[in-house]
């Protein structure tokens, strides 16, 4: 069966990312505007709501794109030699578009409130130096890609079962490093709420944005290496 064209995949990694901004950061908007603020059932809420999302898509469109819907899980595919480097840059330039438009979708069905509520964006918690959270961001998508190397990019794997084991470990990531940073494991997750949150005249720190870069792009490059290395699953390739 012939792959999908280039246009149709990065329309699905556009979507996805879509989708899982709508439902990931509209569940925290939901929890802070009408529950009354993020404690420890609205942290499971929003864990839930982000893996279920993760889960949908990647058996809606994992055979079209591969369902990234995640810039570090596709530089993770670019560096190991998995992905040519012009797929890279759209599906990227895909997935930050998607992105912005679920965050502006949000704008549009809650107003001001979701701005005021800081869009669903992420930051540093209390006490949690940019160091540390970098280094959290790491080792919550170091755990996200060496999941999606097993369970997705390793053949061998069961076959069935990768959005499970996915969207679960998305969910148990956010409800333990949630509070420290805000969990985000994924550049375009924090770049579309907190690039709408800017263009509607909300206050954002656009230095704590490159924790959400270079800590999910490192984790998740170090765990596609050192899964190939384990696994020698290269070999297999």
Not at 6 to 26: D, M, P, Q, S, Y
């Amino acid at each position: 069966m012939p792959q999908p064209t280039l246009a149709k995949r990065c329309v699905a990694e556009l979507i996805g990312t879509f989708t899982l901004v709508f439902l990931g950061t509209g569940s925290v908007l939901a929890v802070v505007i009408f529950l009354g603020g993020v404690d420890p059932g609205g942290l499971f809420l929003i864990g839930f709501a982000f893996g279920v999302a993760v889960l949908a898509m990647i058996y809606t469109f994992g055979h079209i794109s591969g369902t990234h819907i995640n810039p570090a899980v596709t530089i993770s595919l670019w560096a190991t030699g998995r992905l040519p480097a012009k797929d890279m840059v759209a599906y990227i330039v895909s997935q930050l578009i998607g992105a912005f438009i679920a965050s502006v979708v949000l704008i549009i069905i809650l107003g001001t409130r979701a701005v005021d509520a800081g869009m669903g964006g992420t930051a540093p918690g209390t006490d949690i130096s940019y160091i540390q959270a970098i280094v959290s961001e790491a080792v919550a998508t170091f755990f996200l890609v060496l999941t999606i190397w097993g369970v997705a990019v390793d053949k061998r794997a069961p076959a069935g079962w990768a959005g499970m084991a996915i969207g679960l470990v998305v969910a148990a990531d956010i409800w333990v490093t949630g509070p420290w940073t805000g969990a985000s494991m994924n550049p375009a997750r924090s770049f579309g709420p907190i690039l709408a949150l800017t263009f509607w005249g909300g206050e954002y720190s656009w230095g704590d944005f490159w924790i959400y870069v270079i800590g999910p792009v490192v984790g998740g490059v170090l765990a596609a290496v050192v899964y190939d290395f384990v696994s020698d699953v290269k070999k297999l390739d």
